[in-house]
């Protein structure tokens, strides 16, 4: 809840139906989120990714970078992407 609040600060207010960060971590410009499809979410196995866990990536920069008031960071590219799939 604590990073939704960050986010809330960042003029981000995010429904319990797209909140999947559970944690997050910084260090330099680099940034690790565990994320998981928010309860409710039917996966699709028939995607690499879920586009909403896509989305809930998205979510990270907001709750590691500061940001003014009524400004909303959106990334608009990736130059790396990692999955890692725990049972």
Same mark, same amino acid.
């Given at each position: 809840?604590?990073?939704?609040?960050?986010? !809330?600060? $960042?003029?981000?207010? /995010?429904?319990? &139906?797209?909140?999947?960060?559970? &944690? &997050?971590? !910084? =260090?330099? =410009?680099? &940034?690790?989120?565990? +994320?998981? /499809?928010? #309860?409710?979410?039917?996966?699709?196995?028939? /995607?690499?990714? $879920?586009?909403?866990?896509?989305? +809930? *990536? @998205?979510?990270?920069?907001? @709750? /590691?970078?500061?940001?003014?008031?009524?400004? *909303?960071?959106?990334?608009?590219?990736?130059? !790396?992407? #990692?999955?890692?799939? @725990? $049972?």
């Amino acid at each position: 809840d604590a990073i939704y609040e960050a986010l !809330r600060q $960042h003029d981000l207010q /995010l429904g319990p &139906a797209v909140r999947g960060i559970e &944690a &997050a971590w !910084r =260090n330099g =410009n680099a &940034a690790l989120a565990q +994320v998981r /499809l928010p #309860a409710g979410i039917a996966k699709d196995k028939s /995607l690499p990714i $879920h586009p909403l866990l896509l989305d +809930v *990536c @998205f979510q990270l920069p907001q @709750f /590691l970078t500061p940001g003014r008031p009524g400004h *909303c960071l959106v990334p608009t590219s990736l130059e !790396r992407l #990692a999955t890692m799939i @725990f $049972h």
